[in-house]
């Protein structure tokens, strides 16, 4: 099942593309491209979940599926991620690694993320107030004295 993404503009028509490719690989009906489905109910029902890079993996290693990324994510990691072929992944069906997943997810949470969104006004005033704090956080900046030689007679950070 191939899931297209929920802003796609439409401009691209991802279904005929797919549809066609599954038919020249001999894929026939094997291949489903589906435009939208409550994705925790999806990955309750998959057996895995191949992405480029997307959000849809964290909610997969979230659930607990086996996944495979084929891009660059900073959640392909050994012991969340297959880190084989494709033809492996089907067939070893490791899933995450819970705790790996668990402390993953901390970190990321609390060392990258802000709450909030831009779809609507709620998830605005939550973005524009995490922002505001996270950049309003008091920071230590090296005084003069601590500065490198080649920044002698530079302004201070403070002034």
């Not at 012991?79 to 970190?107: A, C, E, N, Y």
Request: aromatic share 8%; net charge positive; proline share 5%.
């Amino acid at each position: 099942m191939i899931k297209n993404h929920p802003l796609d503009t439409g401009l691209i028509d991802y279904r005929s593309h797919i549809e066609h490719r599954a038919r020249k690989l001999g894929l026939g009906k094997r291949v489903v491209f589906i435009d939208g489905g409550h994705l925790p109910t999806l990955l309750h029902h998959c057996r895995g979940v191949i992405t480029v890079n997307s959000t849809v993996g964290l909610s997969a290693l979230f659930h607990g599926r086996p996944t495979l990324v084929l891009g660059e994510s900073i959640y392909d990691i050994p012991g969340l991620t297959h880190q084989g072929s494709i033809d492996g992944f089907w067939s070893s069906k490791q899933g995450p690694d819970k705790q790996l997943f668990r402390t993953f997810r901390d970190v990321v949470i609390h060392r990258t993320q802000l709450n909030g969104g831009f779809y609507n006004s709620r998830g605005i005033e939550l973005a524009i107030a995490g922002s505001l704090r996270r950049l309003t956080e008091s920071v230590s900046l090296p005084s003069t004295a601590a500065a490198p030689a080649m920044f002698a007679g530079e302004p201070s950070w403070e002034s």
